[in-house]
C-alpha cells in the first residue's frame, strides 16, 4: 500500500491493487455564492476541469474518489451546479469510474450524476483496503479496522504570522491518529481496533478558504471527531503541498509564528 500526495497539488494517489486518484471540497457552483455576497468572479469549472484531466492523464488511475463537497451551495442546488456539476462529472467518468463521498454540500447530489458514479454513504467506505470520509460524520466503523484512513472537510491551512502581524496561508496536509479512549466511547469496545493512520486533505476549491490548524482548538475544527476529541491535533504534523515536513502542530505554535487564541475551556 502506497499513499503519494501529487507533488504542489492538492490531490492524492493511493497505490494497492487498484490505482485510486482522491480530491476534495472541489466546492463546484461557489462562484453563485461570491456573487450573491458582492463578489464578481467568472465560473473556474472549466480551468478546474483541466487541472483535474491533466492528474488523470498523468496518474491514469483505475478509480476517481471524490471526497465530498463536489457542490457549494446549500440547503438548495444554483442553476450553475445544476449545468456544471453533471458535466464535470460525465468528463472525469470518461476516465474511470469516480466514487463520491457526499460532504455536508453534496445535498441533492445524487440529482446531478450519471450511471458512470457510484454515490457512497455519508460515514465513507472503503476502497481496496483504504478507508474514505469525509468528515462532517462520525466514520462508519469499517474504517477503524484499516491501517489507513483518508478525510477532508476541515480545509486544512498552517498560518505563519511575523511580529508585525503580517500573516501568511499555506494549505497543507494533515498525518494523525484517533484518540482511542474517544473512539470507544462512542462506538463501544466491539469494534476491530487497528489504530488507523490519517491523512486530512486539503480543499482543492482555493476559493472556499481553509482553517488554520496552528491557530485552532478542537473545538474550531469542524466535525464530530473534533468536537469530541476523538482525533489528535498536537502531535499531528503538518506538510506542505511541496512536500516540506513542517513538524507537528504542537511545535509549530511553539515557534512564535502563531497568532495567539484563547484556549476554550
Known amino acids: 500500500m502506497k499513499i503519494i500526495p501529487i507533488l504542489n497539488e492538492p490531490a ?36 478546474r476541469k483541466k487541472r483535474i484531466c491533466d492528474y488523470l492523464e498523468k496518474v491514469n488511475p483505475d478509480r476517481i474518489v471524490l471526497l465530498g463537497d463536489i457542490k457549494h451551495n446549500v440547503p438548495r442546488t444554483s442553476w450553475q451546479e445544476k449545468k456544471e456539476v453533471p458535466d464535470f462529472l460525465e468528463t472525469i467518468a470518461a476516465y474511470a469510474p469516480v ?17 458512470k458514479v457510484t454515490l457512497r454513504g455519508m460515514r465513507g467506505f472503503v476502497l481496496d483496503g ?59 469496545d466491539n469494534i476491530d481496533w487497528m489504530d488507523p493512520d490519517i491523512i486530512i486533505m486539503p480543499a482543492f476549491n482555493e476559493l472556499c478558504g481553509g482553517i488554520p490548524f496552528n491557530e485552532s482548538v478542537r473545538e474550531k475544527l469542524l466535525g464530530p471527531v473534533f468536537a469530541n476529541h476523538a482525533i489528535e491535533l498536537e502531535n499531528a504534523v503538518a506538510y506542505l503541498l511541496d512536500g516540506t515536513n513542517l513538524g507537528t502542530i504542537g511545535k509549530i505554535r511553539k515557534l512564535g509564528i502563531t497568532k495567539r487564541k484563547r484556549e476554550m475551556n
Open 130 to 188: 483504504t478507508g474514505y470520509f469525509h468528515g462532517h460524520t462520525w466514520p462508519d466503523a469499517e474504517l477503524l479496522s484499516l491501517k489507513n484512513v483518508v478525510m477532508s472537510h476541515n480545509h486544512p491551512t498552517v498560518r505563519l504570522t511575523d511580529s508585525l502581524g503580517h500573516a501568511v496561508s499555506e494549505e497543507v496536509w494533515i498525518r494523525t491518529r484517533f484518540i482511542e479512549e474517544a473512539i470507544r466511547e462512542h462506538y463501544g
Open 12 to 47: 492524492l494517489v493511493v497505490y494497492n491493487t487498484i490505482k485510486a486518484l482522491v480530491i476534495s471540497d472541489l466546492h463546484l457552483g461557489i462562484e453563485w455564492e461570491l456573487y450573491h455576497r458582492g463578489f464578481s468572479i467568472p465560473s473556474q469549472v472549466e480551468k
Open 99 to 115: 466514487d463520491i463521498v457526499p460532504g455536508n454540500h453534496d445535498g441533492d447530489i445524487g440529482e446531478l450524476i450519471n450511471e
